[in-house]
């Protein structure tokens, strides 16, 4: 089993700035792509940014520019440093991670984190 444990979110007032962690643990091999998605109320769950085992990243239209993804794959730990942030950016931000990692031998796993709220707001 693998798990990931988020933390960082919070009430911030517009145009302040966050900073997400999300930490992962378990029998892990290894870990290819880490990414931060988020849900606001009514809405879908959708992609913020993602980053590669080598480093390349992806972000959502609407963060570039303001947010920026970063990994410690020594900590097997993911971070989003989140800025300028908008009363929009309100939701709850999930992480999520995908690798390899023992159990019968060496399976495949896809992991979520049980999500931290971000507000934004005045």
């Known amino acids: 089993q693998v798990q990931l444990v988020e933390s960082g979110g919070g009430l911030v007032q517009p145009g302040g700035s966050l900073r997400l962690s999300c930490a992962a643990s378990g029998s892990i091999l290894s870990i290819n792509a880490m990414g931060w998605y988020r849900q606001a109320p009514g809405k879908e769950r959708e992609l913020v940014a993602v980053i590669g085992s080598g480093g390349s990243t992806n972000y959502a239209d609407s963060v570039k520019g303001r947010f920026t993804i970063s990994r410690d794959n020594a900590k097997k730990t993911v971070y989003l440093q989140m800025n300028s942030l908008k009363p929009e950016d309100t939701a709850v931000y999930y992480c999520?991670?995908?690798?390899?990692?023992?159990?019968?031998?060496?399976?495949?796993?896809?992991?979520w984190g049980q999500g931290t709220q971000v507000t934004v707001s005045s």
């Open positions: 999520n991670a995908d690798g390899m990692y023992y159990w019968r031998g060496v399976s495949p796993f896809g992991s």
